[in-house]
């Protein structure tokens, strides 16, 4: 299959969605401030739709499942890594997180999009029987990408817990 061949036949959707996560990724570069209930939305959004992906797809068995899981532990361990190291500060009086531009965010969408696509691809052209290996790097990629998200949200929310001496209101973590 030619690459004009499979870049005609993307749906529209697809390269809409390439578009805003391109745009998402070059506003991350500037950084900002958010409230914790708005850096909910991402990861609660990636972690339902790879499960619901994975639960409606037909190949999928028990060790895509497990591949999923597996992927959102290591995720949400490079998620909270990558949380811990970006210089965020957190004000408790208006439940915001502030982040420092970064290029990090930009690089996931990127990467995620790529290797979705691929997959994506290859789920569309093979004939894939249950847990082929294309349906488990699937699942893989939806667990480490959910994770990720999670992960860094779980950081952002620790970031609200109460000090010890109750005085320290915005705090750089």
Known sequence: MSVQAILSGTPVWVWALLAFLISRGFKALKGGTAPLSKLAIVPA?????????????????WHTGLAWIGGAVIGIAAGAAIAQASGMTVDRVRRTVTLP??????VLMIVTFASKFWLGFELATTHAGVDSIYVVLDGLVSGVVAGI??????????GFRPVASGTVLIERI
């Open 149 to 158: 998200f999670a992960g860094r949200f779980l950081i952002y929310w620790l």
């Open 45 to 61: 959004v990636f972690a339902a739709w790879g499960i619901v992906h994975m639960l409606r797809e037909p190949a999928a068995g």
């Open 101 to 106: 531009g970064s290029i990090v965010p930009l």
